[in-house]
């Protein structure tokens, strides 16, 4: 079991508001910052959020992040099919010193 | 920019050596602060960090597989490897080679799917 965790699943209608939770502890999460990645079906994982909050260029801005204390939340508003997606929250381990992984949500759009 | 690809057997007999080797170009293994590391995935697992090197050679592992795993610098090469010993079906995954830095900031190769059996 992965020591950050994000709920399994996931779901939304076209235009909807969702959040993705992803908890951890005071030596990754509460420690470090957390990037989010997107992994369609078939390909591999790309960068969502990185550094908490910040969105690389060609990411849409419907796709936001925050973080607090040792938990973060990815937001996915105005939700389209096309956000139907694995997404899963990385950040460090200090204690381990190693990156560490959510266990992943699987977001269904309805 | 930067390109990973990983290669290596598709198909390992159980309790054999898993060998995996990622090519780097658009960088350099050498480039200070990064680390190359294997990325593996399973339907059942989601996305399992396996291990890393960092540009000067420190290794880091996961501890669940720490005992089996050797990920090693090819500087001649400008390539990166994995070895995992004594492999079960439970390693049946898709392999991915990535660079990261500590922020954890992932480029990601291709993947290449690994089944063990016999």
């Known amino acids: 079991q992965s020591v950050v965790t994000q709920p399994p699943s996931a779901s939304g209608t076209p235009g909807q508001r969702v959040t993705i939770s992803c908890s951890g502890s005071?030596?990754?999460?509460?420690?470090?910052?957390v990037n989010w990645y997107q992994q369609l079906p078939g390909t591999a994982p790309k960068l969502l959020i990185y550094?908490?909050?910040r969105r690389p260029s060609r990411v849409p801005d419907r796709f936001s992040a925050s973080k607090s204390g040792t938990s973060a939340s990815l937001a996915i508003s105005g939700l389209q099919s096309e956000d139907e997606a694995d997404y899963y929250c990385?950040?460090?381990?200090?204690?381990?010193?190693?990156?560490?992984f959510g266990g992943g949500t699987k977001l269904t759009v309805l | 920019q930067l390109q990973l690809q990983e290669s290596g057997p598709g198909l390992v007999k159980p309790s054999e050596t898993l060998s995996l080797t990622c090519s780097v170009s658009?960088?350099?293994?050498?480039?200070?602060?990064?680390?190359w590391g294997w990325i593996r995935q399973s339907p059942e697992k989601g996305l399992e960090w396996i291990g890393s090197?960092?540009?000067?050679?420190?290794?880091h592992y996961n501890p669940s597989l720490r005992s089996r795993l050797t990920v090693s610098l090819d500087e001649s090469g400008n390539q990166f490897s994995l070895k995992l010993d004594s492999v079960t079906a439970a390693d049946t995954a898709l392999y991915y080679c990535?660079?990261?830095?500590?922020?954890?900031?992932?480029?990601w190769g291709q993947g290449t799917q690994v089944s063990v059996s016999s």
């Open positions: 990535a660079r990261h830095t500590r922020g954890s900031l992932f480029e």
């Open positions: 990385v950040t460090w381990d200090d204690s381990q010193s190693t990156p560490v």
């Open positions: 005071r030596s990754n999460i509460g420690s470090n910052t």
């Open positions: 090197v960092f540009y000067n050679g420190v290794t």
């Open positions: 550094s908490n909050e």
């Open positions: 658009g960088a350099s293994i050498s480039d200070i602060g990064y680390y």
